[in-house]
């Protein structure tokens, strides 16, 4: 089972809007609706924040958003603060009733 | 307060093995289906497997399937991860994760596996 593809780095400035993507295929991300999001800040476990593709997790701002088309599902941060910074990884129930994580993305607060 | 505790890492010589264990508390662990992710040094994370509630029902990554094998123990709310035949690409944190409904909704603190001569 391949990784999902995200991109390895984004960055935005305090305030703005990014987008983190997802891509997967057809036995993954595009069939099912359990895409879920997971932020990892430096030396810590990561911490659940988006479930079910667009749910936010108990206690996660809603600065944070979540949602799919086709094959890619794509994590919204809006607002963005300092302490966003950190870690970001996708995953996705599977076909083969396995899970699948993306290789994560870096996201830095200039 | 929940908590998965994470213990049994430690360096080991490629071929051998090792047996992780992750104590839960603070919920009904019973109820709920197990996972283990890992994660190698600087890198991302790596699902390796999922355990249902009873034991009966097993699921691994390809890159572990034939070594490791999960299992549980409800009368002690203790996960397991039995690591066999280990090369030094399993070097990683491992951390075992509860399953909120086909997603992890809560992780423990990990623990490091170092496989190295």
């Known amino acids: 089972q391949s990784a999902l593809t995200q991109p390895a780095s984004v960055s935005g400035s305090p305030g703005q809007s990014i987008t983190i993507s997802c891509t997967g295929t057809?036995?993954?991300?595009?069939?099912?609706?359990?895409v879920s999001w997971y932020q990892q800040l430096p030396g810590k476990a990561p911490k659940f924040m988006i479930y079910?593709?667009?749910n936010r997790a108990s206690g996660v701002s809603n600065r944070f958003s979540g949602s799919k088309s086709g094959n890619t599902a794509s994590l919204t941060i809006s607002g963005l603060q300092a302490e966003d910074e950190g870690d970001y990884y996708c995953?996705?129930?599977?076909?083969?009733?396995?899970?699948?994580f993306g290789g994560g993305t870096r996201l830095t607060v200039l | 307060e929940m908590q998965l505790v994470e213990s049994g890492g430690g360096l080991v010589q490629p071929g051998g093995s090792l047996r992780l264990s992750c104590a839960a508390s603070?919920?009904?662990?019973?109820?709920?289906?197990m996972h283990w992710v890992r994660q190698a040094p600087g890198k991302g994370l790596v699902w390796v497997s999922i355990?249902?509630?009873?034991?009966?029902?097993?699921r691994y990554a390809d890159s572990v399937k034939g070594r490791f094998t999960i299992s549980r123990d409800n009368a002690k709310n203790t996960l397991y991860l039995q690591m066999n035949s280990l090369t030094v690409e399993d070097t990683a944190v491992y951390y075992c994760a509860r399953d909120g409904g086909r997603n992890l909704d809560y992780w423990g603190q990990g623990t490091l596996v170092t496989v190295s001569s």
């Open positions: 079910d593709v667009s």
């Open positions: 603070g919920f009904t662990f019973s109820s709920l289906w």
């Open positions: 057809s036995s993954d991300v595009g069939t099912y609706n359990y």
């Open positions: 355990i249902n509630t009873d034991g009966g029902t097993t």
């Open positions: 995953t996705s129930y599977t076909s083969r009733a396995t899970w699948v």
